[in-house]
């Protein structure tokens, strides 16, 4: 009699015990990934109906950190924003100095206020024109390379300098008080913008900026936004900039009149009191800003601790358990390859 095996042939077993080494080394790599990164393999397919809270907590740190990143761009212009207000004031500090030392007569010092002034000129102008990241500081929206004209550069449309404006103005010498209420009302003419020639108004001949455009804003997130934007147009740079012209356009050791001496004088001190004082106001504003930013971000870090807290509960793993697993699957792997290569040794002729 004829008995016939019913157990699995040997091309089976075979292509069976494949298969399950494949599995194993499928669930390993699975289990190794697990362990390097801390996190499940197919994360939404284990934490199933949290799948939701995890993408939610995802975007929002995403988002977060875009906004934490604008932020910190942002910081870096506030602080050179603030230096440069900084600088600009410590810039006539030694004129105002001088001038506040002879304010009363003309001294052997007033000869050296004309030349303090006209340096102090130069180095506000030129602070003026700092830029970050290839963007203007203080010309609004206007990219441009400097956002005040140069004393003695002329503009291109009207071919008119501020040196020529004003010394055109000063010609006729300052001899009297009433010489001096003339010239005034005619340079706060152009340093308010009324001047009958529109050539000759501050907006024209001093600043290269735009005019009339919002203040720059800083987004603080969730909706949150305020401004610090610092235009050169705006009303201390012009109260400074009348001050040193003033003094750097006329020698006050030149004044005969004592009367008109002082009151010269001394209207350019007011001017540069208020100017420095204004732009003290707007540094401090602008550091406020920059303190807000910071606290922002400081919230946003917290925040992302949390976030990322929960998101290892969801989708995390044990490092300790991963560890096991993959000792475990390694373990049972080497067992199967074993196993699978003695088998591919066995044959019947070993037995005859």
């Known amino acids: 009699m004829i008995y016939l095996s019913k157990g699995p042939s040997t ?13 194993a080394a499928s669930a390993l790599s699975r289990a190794e990934q697990e362990l390097s ?3 499940k393999a197919d994360v939404y397919k284990s934490i199933g109906l949290g799948a939701t809270e995890a993408l939610s907590l995802n975007a929002t740190l995403d988002r977060d950190e875009a906004q934490s990143t604008t932020n910190k761009l942002v910081l870096s212009r506030l602080e050179m924003i603030t230096q440069s207000l900084g600088a600009m004031r410590e810039s006539v500090q030694d004129v105002l100095d001088v001038a506040v030392s002879n304010a009363g007569q003309a001294t052997d010092a007033s000869s050296g206020m004309q030349i303090a002034a006209k340096a102090a000129l130069d180095a506000f102008i030129g602070q003026a ?5 290839g963007s203007a500081l203080f010309a609004g929206t206007s990219n441009v390379t400097n956002a005040l004209q140069g004393w003695s550069e002329t503009q291109a449309g009207s071919g008119l300098s501020p040196q020529g404006v ?5 010609s006729g010498g300052l001899n009297s008080v009433a010489d001096v209420d003339s010239v005034l009302a005619e340079i706060d003419a152009i340093f308010s913008d009324s001047a009958t020639d529109p050539d000759t108004n501050f907006q024209t001949l001093f600043y290269n900026g735009s005019t009339g455009t919002a203040p720059a804003r800083a987004n603080l997130g969730d909706g949150v936004s305020i ?11 012009r109260q400074v900039l009348k001050g040193l012209v003033m003094l750097a356009s006329y020698d006050p050791a030149s004044i005969s009149d004592s009367a008109a001496y002082s009151s010269w004088v001394n209207e350019a001190i007011t001017a540069i009191s208020a100017g420095t004082a204004g732009l003290l106001d707007a540094e401090t504003q602008v550091s406020t800003v920059a303190a807000r930013l910071e606290s922002q971000n400081e919230q946003i870090a917290d925040r992302a601790v949390l976030y990322k807290t929960r998101l290892m509960e969801l989708d995390g793993v044990d490092a300790y358990d991963a560890a096991s697993n993959v000792t475990m699957l390694q373990a049972q792997l080497e067992a199967s390859y074993t196993v699978s290569a003695r088998l591919s040794n066995l044959s019947f002729l070993n037995y005859m």
């Open 166 to 170: 004003i010394g055109g103005l000063l």
């Open 129 to 133: 024109g700092q830029a970050y990241g």
């Open 11 to 23: 091309l089976y077993s075979s292509l069976l015990r494949r298969n399950q080494n494949a599995e």
């Open 37 to 39: 990164t801390g996190y």
């Open 227 to 237: 401004s610090y934007g610092v235009q050169a147009d705006a009303e201390p740079f």
